[in-house]
């Protein structure tokens, strides 16, 4: 069984930084495309960053220059650095894992949604204040 489970939620000033990380566990032979999404109240849940088993990654343009989605393999945890929040920014990040492209991620991120990804964690909220 895969487990998935977020950390380093918080509350910062507009400019401020945060760093999420996320534990991937369970069947040691998956390989996985891993993305951030986020919800913010009101609106649907959406794919922000990416990266798959080569490293290769992808950005919602409104986080691009800002965010990065990094991995470290041997300890299986995935980390999205957030650097110059904004308020806009304000919303529950979740980390995501699907293994069915074999550790490749298919289609445009903008355009993912629930039903792209079969692993999810229990949100960790980030708050952004003016």
């Known amino acids: 069984e895969v487990q998935v489970a977020e950390a380093g939620g918080g509350s910062v000033q507009a400019g401020g930084s945060l760093r999420l990380s996320c534990s991937v566990s369970?069947?040691?032979?998956?390989?996985?495309?891993l993305a951030w999404f986020r919800q913010a109240p009101g609106k649907e849940r959406r794919a922000v960053a990416s990266?798959?088993?080569?490293?290769?990654?992808t950005y919602t343009d409104s986080v691009k220059g800002r965010f990065t989605i990094s991995k470290d393999i041997a300890k299986s945890t995935l980390y999205l650095q957030m650097d110059n929040l904004k308020p806009d920014d304000t919303a529950m990040y979740y980390c995501a894992a699907d293994d069915g492209g074999i550790g490749y991620c298919f289609g445009a991120l903008d355009l993912w949604d629930n039903s792209d990804f079969g692993h999810w964690g229990q949100g960790t909220q980030v708050t952004v204040s003016s």
């Open positions: 369970g069947d040691s032979g998956s390989k996985f495309c």
């Open positions: 990266i798959d088993i080569d490293g290769g990654t």
